[in-house]
């Protein structure tokens, strides 16, 4: 069991992966991804607002841009080159949201698999564990029919995860083993009746047991860590597509996103 329990674990971590910590370096995926967010971004069906560290906003709708209330005028190259930069920033950015979420569904079905593999009743409590993070996470990106992703949304959630998982996961743990005991005793039972009584052979199908469901929930991750990767390449793409944009528009200089 342990060897499940370090999967669920796991899997629950890759819901905070996105986060930035201290740094706002993203952190997911295989590898460290250096990339810093620097300003935050709210994505709208037809607009783009950036927010920077001084609450002045750059605004693009409509192929116009204001900064801080003021219009930019924009010749036809620039105007291009930004709704070029715009349809990037929307097709990238939420991507971070999705591999959140679809980390905590991994945790979901790794307490599945577990409770399928040994026949024990689900979790009530490390259920609805997984569940609030994945609330907390879809509550943080989207509010109020819009994306929002930035340093704040990182540090966020990041604070987030972090404190709802130190508080609550030993607790949830302590309830699912509770709940579960006399299950646990009936399929242990069970399985050493299955093997004659021989605890060796016992042993190594626990552990081959154990191991199966490990191996499903890990496929699952690796999964999102592949997708993470073209994540990363892509945000350094885009980064340097903001470098290129800045020296066609110089007033873009402070609405940075991305750097590396």
Known sequence: MKTTSLAIISAIGLSGAAYAGD?????????????????????DPQRIEITNAQNQHLVFEHGE???????????DQQQQ??????????T?????AQIALDGVKIAGVAIEEVGTAFGIQSSDALTELVEQIGVNIEHT??????????????????NDIENQFDEDFERAMEQAVLQSIGSVFIALG?????SGGNMDEFEQRMERLGEQVEQR???????IEKRADALCVSF??????????IGMVPELKDYQLLSN
């Not at 841009?65 to 924009?74: A, C």
């Not at 994306?147 to 959630?157: I, S």
């Not at 980064?239 to 290129?244: I, P, S, V």
């Open 190 to 194: 069970s399985e050493l009746i299955g």
């Open 23 to 43: 740094t706002n370096s993203i952190s997911f995926g295989s590898e460290q991804c250096n990339i810093e967010f620097k300003n935050d971004v709210r994505i």
């Open 236 to 245: 350094t793409e885009l980064a340097a597509q903001e470098q290129q944009l």
């Open 141 to 158: 990106f989207y509010q109020n029919g819009a994306f929002v992703m930035g340093k704040k949304t990182f540090e966020q959630l990041g």
């Open 81 to 90: 080159a930004l709704t070029n930069y715009a349809d990037n920033v929307r």
């Open 217 to 223: 929930v890990e496929l699952q991750a690796a999964n």
């Open 92 to 96: 990238y950015m939420p991507e971070v």
């Open 65 to 75: 841009l204001s900064i801080d209330g003021k219009s930019v005028e924009l010749n």
